[in-house]
């Protein structure tokens, strides 16, 4: 499981870029998205980058992705989302504040997952030539 960082200007903004490390780089959560203090992330990310921020963040969350880190690191290299992302692996400084602050913080408010909790594919409405249907079936 990799720690997943995300530090961003608004609350919208941090919103969106958990659904892209969802629906975009493929990476499903393991816990609920947890707040996290800006200033705490900036410092962490400041380590992690071993270089200073330009701008620091006003928003911050923190949750478990079941990926390992190497694939989560790949995963979100591939997307551009609207916050910046990093994947916080064991080795730096801050993992274990960081992976207590997602066991016991406060949940990070308006995120719902898009992905089907009950592990069933979607159904499939297309029309066939065997639908009961027949008057729509001039469509196709």
């Known amino acids: ?3 997943i960082l995300i530090r961003g ?5 941090i919103l969106n870029a958990i659904a892209d490390v ?3 780089a493929n990476l499903t959560l393991e816990t609920k998205p947890k707040k996290v203090d800006p200033k705490f992330a900036d410092k962490l ?3 992690v980058l071993k270089s200073p921020l330009r701008t620091k963040s006003k928003v911050a969350t923190a949750f478990r992705v079941k990926e390992d ?3 989560a690191i790949l995963q979100v290299k591939k997307i551009h989302p ?3 992302i ?3 692996s064991n080795t730096y400084d801050g993992y274990r504040e960081l992976s207590k602050i997602i066991n016991e913080g406060k949940v990070f408010k308006g995120y719902y997952s898009n992905k089907s ?3 069933t594919r979607m159904k499939d409405y297309k029309l066939t030539k065997t639908s009961t249907n027949e008057g729509l079936n001039i469509y196709m």
Do not use: D
């Open 69 to 71: 880190t190497t694939i």
């Open 1 to 3: 499981m990799a720690l």
């Open 45 to 47: 990310v400041e380590n």
């Open 22 to 24: 969802e629906r975009h």
């Open 9 to 13: 200007e608004n609350n919208a903004k």
């Open 82 to 84: 609207p916050a910046h």
């Open 117 to 119: 909790s009950s592990g």
């Open 86 to 88: 990093v994947v916080v």
